[in-house]
């Protein structure tokens, strides 16, 4: 039978430096599903912003870190090639925390078997983790109206690109913040958002007050960064914000300063920190809400394929350079 | 008839600095009340630091400016002298919007009866704005349980003063913020809170540790400066924020930056910008809900008096300054 490669985090990121160096890849023989278990085995797996939290033994963060030694943390898809567990068959597709391994034996709990007609990298993209965290962050949070003026962050990216198509549905003006012209043609051409600013080379406050001529009412911030402050001055009355990432400043060893609170009060707004291990336990009402809009065909993607295993432990650098292209995952 | 005096505005404080030279005082002769309306003689006047934002022409605010010429706006109570409204007898004293002027004529609307026993002093300093204020945005937004930990920022001043005792009789450990340690003193001996941070002379991590070691919970914002930084470091997951105030940065060209929003994530952290504006149309509601504190003695407070009309010009500058100690309120 075929070896099981599985990858242990050696060592925490503590400069910031991700690749290979915090790492040990090694080589196990392929378990067997023992009584009420299945054998699954791993095709695609995510790479999220949020590993980085995962690594670092940060005690303020909301999660445990993975422990030195232990497999790496992580969600992914993968067909089920042994059952021993009545509520699952052999060539089942199934989703959930499987870790950076090839083969992965469960007891069946916390994996969700894929919807019909469902692949897996749909699954990943639009079903996985960065879906169901737009679909809370958004709709459970922001509580978007018909009307309504959106300003999303890392907008072509896995959360926010969910973010802003969701919003265009329900009749929101959407504009995304991303990092290259490229980025900001596809978020306008092909998931028809009304604006895009690119935060590398537009004059932020200008561009922001030209896109947004009645003012931000909701503001999905994923990324941080100096757009942070323009928005915040521009924000209409009873504005709200949704908080779910900061990636811009999860590598720095002291994060960037926030806005100033005098505009929250002018504008009476609500800012609200949000993080998905609170929300897991309703992963299943989430999918339903998301789920209409795929289905209407109004969830575009595009994902961003590296191949192999052992190519995560330095494509990570992709997701905190910006230079990947739509979610990020691994093909095994 | 004795004269009427009223103070107008004649210049927006645009450099900041607030005194005599902004206004023109002016006599005229006492009016005279109409068919349904009454004639009120003010008695005590509120001097509260809203007013800097009500003399200055800030598009962002969210109630308009006092126009150039007018009377400069404020609350106070009064006695009603003569009377031709179904509603109002002589001799009724009565509290509301009246502006910097001894008499005012009225037709009731916006004017409210005080509570039988409630003298004038009681009512402008606990029934009046700061009172309502704390009330709406300690229990209504706050939403303080008991056994929480409250930080409170201008905890000897009219609003945190009250917030202070309200959080401490629902049960919750509170910490004020003060800028002496005759204040701290005031607000740890006289009005039973659990610690006191003097922001001028402390430590402030250190002390911010030391008198919350089950973090914190709730944090009531009444005045900016460094203390917010190390707060929001210190939240505890799914803490809430009430911005109430931001004393410390009204008088800047350029706020200070407010603290990073990484803790607002990892903590799940809600930040609420509020307004008074918005919520006195339910002025009855919260003087209902304040008032069984105060009849059971609950609330203690100290008045800083000044006397004469024309002293409100130079007076203001007691808040700004952090001069006063307690409400500060004109005597007429």
Avoid at 42 to 53: E, F, H, K, R, V
Avoid at 108 to 116: D, E, S
Avoid at 131 to 141: E, H, S, V, W
């Amino acid at each position: 039978m075929s070896q099981n490669t599985e990858i242990l985090l050696k060592q925490r990121p503590d400069d910031g430096n991700i690749g290979e160096h915090l790492f040990e890849v090694v080589n196990k023989d392929v378990p067997s599903a023992g009584a009420n278990e299945i054998l699954v085995k791993q095709t695609y797996m995510s790479l999220d912003p949020a590993m980085l939290g995962w690594m670092t033994a940060d005690e303020e963060s909301y999660i445990p870190p993975v422990e030195l030694n232990d497999v790496m943390r992580s969600s992914g898809v993968g067909k089920v090639i042994e059952s021993n567990h009545p509520d699952f068959a052999e060539g089942d597709l199934v989703m959930g925390m499987m870790g950076w391994r090839e083969y992965v034996v469960s007891d069946g709990k916390g994996l969700n078997k894929l919807q019909q007609g469902i692949d897996e990298e749909t699954a990943l993209c639009v079903f996985g983790l960065p879906g169901l965290t737009a679909t809370q962050g958004l709709m459970n949070i922001g509580k978007p109206q018909s009307g309504e003026t959106l300003v999303v962050t890392g907008a072509a990216g896995s959360v926010g690109s969910i973010v802003g198509q969701i919003a265009k549905a329900d009749g929101l003006r959407v504009i995304g913040v991303v990092g290259s012209d490229e980025k900001a043609n596809w978020i306008i051409d092909e998931l028809g958002f009304d604006g895009a600013i690119n935060y590398k080379t537009d004059d932020l406050q200008a561009k922001l007050e030209e896109l947004t001529p009645d003012r931000i009412n909701l503001y999905f911030e994923n990324t941080g960064g100096e757009i942070q402050h323009h928005v915040i001055n521009r924000m209409a009355e009873h504005g709200r914000v949704v908080v779910c990432g900061m990636i811009a400043d999860y590598q720095k060893d002291e994060p960037a300063p926030g806005p100033s609170w005098l505009p929250l009060i002018k504008k009476r707004v609500m800012i609200q920190g949000f993080a998905m291990p609170d929300h897991l336990h309703k992963s299943k009402e989430l999918t339903e809400q998301l789920a209409p809009y795929v289905q209407k065909g109004q969830i575009k993607y595009r994902s961003h394929i590296i191949e192999g295993l052992t190519s995560a432990m330095e494509g990570l650098n992709l997701l905190f350079e910006g230079k990947n292209k739509g979610k990020l995952m691994v093909k095994l």
